[in-house]
């Protein structure tokens, strides 16, 4: 049988549970901006480059494309818990 106390604990930690979900989206959109200029800097770049370094580029170029799908990956999950929270809000 869950304690009392138990029970406000959980539900203190659920209460908190959307500002900390606010404070990742905010630190995930920083990291999309970050990442977006990185890769419109890296593909601008790799079309100029000399044909020595074109290899190096194109993996720059890829591990750019790489960070933005992780990141866009990032986004969905937090909208998912972000609809959770506000489906498990509503139904109390």
Same mark, same amino acid.
């Given at each position: =049988?869950?304690? @009392?106390?138990?029970?406000?604990?959980?539900?203190? $930690?659920?209460?908190?549970?959307?500002?900390? &979900? #606010?404070?990742?989206?905010?630190?995930?959109?920083? =990291?999309?901006? &970050?990442? =977006?200029?990185?890769?419109?800097? &890296?593909?601008?770049?790799?079309?100029?480059?000399?044909?020595?370094?074109?290899?190096? #580029?194109?993996?720059?170029?890829?591990? #750019?494309?790489? #960070? @933005?799908? $992780?990141?866009?990956? +990032?986004?969905?999950?937090?909208?998912?818990?972000?609809?959770? +929270? $506000?489906?498990?809000?509503?139904?109390?």
């Amino acid at each position: =049988m869950p304690s @009392i106390p138990g029970f406000f604990r959980r539900l203190r $930690a659920f209460g908190s549970l959307p500002a900390q &979900v #606010a404070d990742l989206r905010e630190k995930v959109d920083a =990291m999309h901006r &970050v990442l =977006m200029t990185l890769n419109h800097e &890296v593909h601008a770049g790799s079309e100029e480059a000399l044909p020595l370094f074109v290899g190096y #580029a194109e993996r720059l170029r890829l591990d #750019a494309d790489t #960070a @933005i799908g $992780a990141a866009q990956v +990032i986004e969905r999950q937090l909208s998912e818990l972000e609809h959770t +929270i $506000a489906a498990l809000r509503s139904n109390g």
